[in-house]
Structure formats: structure tokens, C-alpha cells
């Protein structure tokens, strides 16, 4: 019979639902919650949960994920006792370690949809689970690169509007969505050069990968699924 540990790494691989969530959570605590130093350290907390959770689900070599918790929780610890201590030197830091777990889960999830994909030969709910991580990740990572980009600039990045992490962030989908409701408009050209990019990009996604997916869902993919291995005979 199974292990316990084996059932839960077999239930949890490639299950992307969690991840999701833990995103989504993400997004609606940094527009609703204040932009202080305990809010953002929640911030770290669930973006690395959100690492974690994307490894598990990748199915990652169990080494690195350990090693990712460490981390995880050292970046945490730090983000912490700097912004009680120096609240100047722990915002910057913050947004910095925002910005670098954000950009790392992506990557591993692509790793994770491939392998997937390769395993099952199918396109599942899953996979457009993962795929849709990835495109709310998108957004927070422009929302992290514009908090960065604004942290370094001596002149505000709005015309109109205050460098918050919720304004970012509602900024980044805003663009990513091409919504364009008008009232937060990067002053500078980095600011301009970064939205640009962002709204390609999405639309790019959306028309292309999100819906290649959902309109593939349950069809079988060209890629061979790889056979499964059997465990070997006892003599």
C-alpha cells in the first residue's frame, strides 16, 4: 500500500487549482489591504506560498523544494525585521523580493505544464489552471517591475496618482486587459515603454495560449505521452 507522503505527492502533482487561488488571494490583499510594512510582509508570505505551492505542483526534485522553503522563509524573516527596523530600507527590499518570487514561479510552472503535458498526452483542466497562473503572474510581475521602476525614479510614475503597490497593481491589469479606464498614466518613458509591452503581451496570450488551450480542452495533444514506468519485478 501506499505512504501516506506518496498518496499526497500523488494528489497534489499537477494540480494547479491551489496555485491559483493562492494568486488571486494575493491580488485582492495588496488592492485591498494598506500599503504598511506588516501588509507587505503578507504580501512576501503569500507570494512565497505561492512558489511553494507551484513547485509541489510541478513536481519539482524534492531537494529544491526544501531548499525553496528555506528560502522562502529566510526572505520572509528578513522582509520582516527590516521593516521594523528600517521601514525605508524594507520597503525597497520588499518590493524587490516580490519582484524575484514572482518571476521564479512562472518559470517552474512552464516546466511543470511540459512535463505535464508530455506524462498525460492531453490537454486537462489542469493544464488551463496552470496557463491561467501564468497570466495572472504576468500581471503581478509588471505590477512588482513598475513598484521597482517607481522606487528608482526621482519623479513620481503617475501624472496623477501615488506610487502604492494597489495602484500598480491595478495599473498592470488594467493594461494587461487593454481596460484603459484613463485615470493612471505613466509620466515617464520607462513607465510608457513597460505598459506598451505589457498590453502586447497579454493580448498576445489571451488570443494564443489561453485560447489554444480552452479550445483544445480534453483533446489529445501530438506530443507521445511518455509511458508510465513499472515498477520492477522482485525475483
Same mark, same amino acid.
Given at each position: 500500500?501506499?505512504?501516506?507522503?506518496?498518496?499526497?505527492?500523488?494528489?497534489?502533482?499537477?494540480?494547479? *487549482?491551489?496555485?491559483?487561488?493562492? +494568486?488571486? &488571494?494575493? %491580488?485582492? @490583499?495588496? $488592492? /485591498?489591504?494598506?500599503?504598511?510594512?506588516? #501588509?507587505?510582509?503578507?504580501?512576501?508570505?503569500?507570494?512565497?506560498?505561492?512558489?511553494?505551492?507551484?513547485?509541489?505542483?510541478?513536481?519539482?526534485?524534492?531537494?529544491?523544494?526544501?531548499?525553496?522553503?528555506?528560502?522562502?522563509?529566510?526572505?520572509?524573516?528578513a522582509s520582516a525585521g527590516?521593516?521594523?527596523?528600517?521601514?525605508?530600507? *524594507?520597503?525597497?527590499?520588499?518590493? +524587490?523580493? &516580490?519582484? %524575484?518570487? @514572482?518571476? $521564479? /514561479?512562472?518559470?517552474?510552472?512552464?516546466? #511543470?505544464?511540459?512535463?505535464?503535458?508530455?506524462?498525460?498526452?492531453?490537454?486537462?483542466?489542469?493544464?488551463?489552471?496552470?496557463?491561467?497562473?501564468?497570466?495572472?503572474?504576468?500581471?503581478?510581475?509588471?505590477?512588482?517591475?513598475y513598484n521597482v521602476v517607481?522606487?528608482?525614479?526621482?519623479?513620481?510614475?503617475?501624472?496623477?496618482?501615488?506610487?502604492?503597490?494597489?495602484?500598480?497593481?491595478?495599473?498592470?491589469?488594467?493594461?494587461?486587459?487593454?481596460?484603459?479606464?484613463?485615470?493612471?498614466?505613466?509620466?515617464?518613458?520607462?513607465?510608457?515603454?513597460?505598459?506598451?509591452?505589457?498590453?502586447?503581451?497579454?493580448?498576445?496570450?489571451?488570443?494564443?495560449?489561453?485560447?489554444?488551450?480552452?479550445?483544445?480542452?480534453?483533446?489529445?495533444?501530438?506530443?507521445?505521452?511518455?509511458?508510465?514506468?513499472?515498477?520492477?519485478?522482485?525475483?
Open positions: 500500500m501506499k505512504s501516506v507522503a506518496a498518496r499526497y505527492q500523488h494528489y497534489i502533482v499537477h494540480r494547479y *487549482g491551489v496555485c491559483l487561488m493562492l +494568486i488571486l &488571494t494575493s %491580488i485582492v @490583499v495588496q $488592492i /485591498a489591504a494598506p500599503d504598511t510594512e506588516g #501588509g507587505r510582509v503578507l504580501v512576501v508570505v503569500l507570494y512565497g506560498l505561492t512558489l511553494i505551492s507551484a513547485m509541489r505542483a510541478a513536481d519539482s526534485p524534492r531537494v529544491l523544494v526544501r531548499i525553496a522553503r528555506v528560502v522562502v522563509v529566510v526572505l520572509i524573516l527590516l521593516s521594523l527596523g528600517t521601514p525605508d530600507v *524594507g520597503e525597497h527590499a520588499t518590493r +524587490i523580493t &516580490t519582484l %524575484i518570487l @514572482v518571476v $521564479i /514561479a512562472p518559470v517552474v510552472i512552464v516546466r #511543470g505544464l511540459i512535463r505535464h503535458g508530455l506524462e498525460e498526452g492531453v490537454v486537462t483542466v489542469q493544464t488551463m489552471f496552470g496557463v491561467l497562473c501564468l497570466y495572472l503572474l504576468l500581471g503581478l510581475a509588471f505590477a512588482s517591475t517607481g522606487a528608482l525614479e526621482a519623479a513620481p510614475f503617475f501624472v496623477e496618482g501615488k506610487n502604492t503597490t494597489s495602484n500598480f497593481l491595478f495599473f498592470s491589469f488594467s493594461t494587461m486587459t487593454t481596460t484603459g479606464y484613463g485615470n493612471l498614466i505613466p509620466a515617464e518613458g520607462p513607465g510608457k515603454a513597460l505598459a506598451t509591452l505589457e498590453s502586447l503581451l497579454g493580448q498576445v496570450y489571451l488570443v494564443t495560449v489561453v485560447a489554444t488551450i480552452v479550445g483544445n480542452l480534453g483533446r489529445k495533444t501530438k506530443i507521445k505521452a511518455r509511458p508510465k514506468k513499472r515498477p520492477a519485478k522482485s525475483r
